[in-house]
């Protein structure tokens, strides 16, 4: 069954840090683009990072620059979001997604919603930063 599997989420407080997994079953993730979204309540999910098949290429929403990283691991089949100095604001429902198309671009990916649309999307993780 091809799918993909979010895990590490939970409860963070502000300032504190968590890291996500992606991990794909079925399929390998290595000829892909990949991309981290998230959803809040009551709004629209908007893409956070996005990383080329090399992993050479990144993007990053403005709100989570300098705060965020993302990296892949081939060799795991595994994608990582890691999460520093989070805020309140970072409370969401984390996703990740993959765009097989050949012509996908990070930013085209996480900003317009990739070439075609996502391949595959995982169920999700919730994040909740609070005291």
């Known amino acids: 069954q091809l799918q993909l599997v979010e895990s590490g989420g939970g409860l963070a407080q502000p300032g504190g840090s968590l890291r996500l997994s992606c991990a794909a079953s079925?399929?390998?993730?290595?000829?892909?683009?990949i991309g981290w979204f998230r959803q809040a309540p009551g709004k629209e999910r908007e893409g956070v990072s996005c990383?080329?098949?090399?992993?050479?290429?990144?993007w990053y929403a403005d709100s989570v620059k300098g705060r965020f990283t993302i990296s892949r691991d081939n060799a795991k089949n595994t994608v990582y979001l890691q999460m520093n100095s989070l805020k309140s604001e970072d409370t969401a429902v984390y996703y990740c997604?993959?765009?097989?198309?050949?012509?996908?671009?990070?930013?085209?990916?996480?900003?317009?919603?990739?070439?075609?649309?996502?391949?595959?999307w995982g169920k999700g993780t919730l994040v909740t930063v609070s005291s």
């Open positions: 997604a993959v765009d097989r198309n050949k012509f996908a671009t990070v930013q085209g990916m996480c900003v317009r919603g990739g070439v075609l649309g996502m391949d595959y």
């Open positions: 079925g399929f390998t993730l290595d000829y892909y683009t």
């Open positions: 990383v080329s098949s090399s992993g050479g290429s990144r």
